[in-house]
């Protein structure tokens, strides 16, 4: 089974990326925050000033809160997050941590009698 076609985008190995669309020219507020692996995304959507004489019959875009929480895998790493908002599109990507490396075993000597 090819994995490109289940996923868009390459894979990334030591980062979690996520998209959010929020396409629009109008004012945002975003806010992010982490907390025990749980990501939360609140944007708030104001409407735009009226211009005057201008009257609307119907809007493409909704006015309101916009909120999701994410819970992320334990190996995401909390002191390595950023998010971009480029072209109404909000890019978020958290790294993740090294993988713990495995115990040796204990190698113990037999001594023949």
Not at 17 to 33: I, V, W, Y
Not at 93 to 102: F, G, I, R, S
């Amino acid at each position: 089974m090819d994995f490109r076609v289940m996923d868009l985008n390459t894979p990334f190995y030591n980062t979690l990326h996520n998209m959010f669309d929020l396409t629009d020219e109008t004012p945002l507020n975003k806010n992010l925050s982490f907390d025990e692996n749980v990501l939360l995304i609140c944007v708030e959507r104001k409407r735009e000033e009226e211009n005057d004489g201008v009257k609307y019959l119907r809007m493409e875009r909704r006015v309101g809160k916009f909120m999701r929480k994410f819970v992320l895998p334990e190996n995401a790493n909390s002191n390595a997050v950023s998010a971009v908002c480029q072209d109404g599109v909000l890019s978020v990507t958290v790294q993740k941590l090294p993988p713990p490396h495995p115990k040796k075993p204990k190698t113990i000597g037999v001594k023949v009698a």
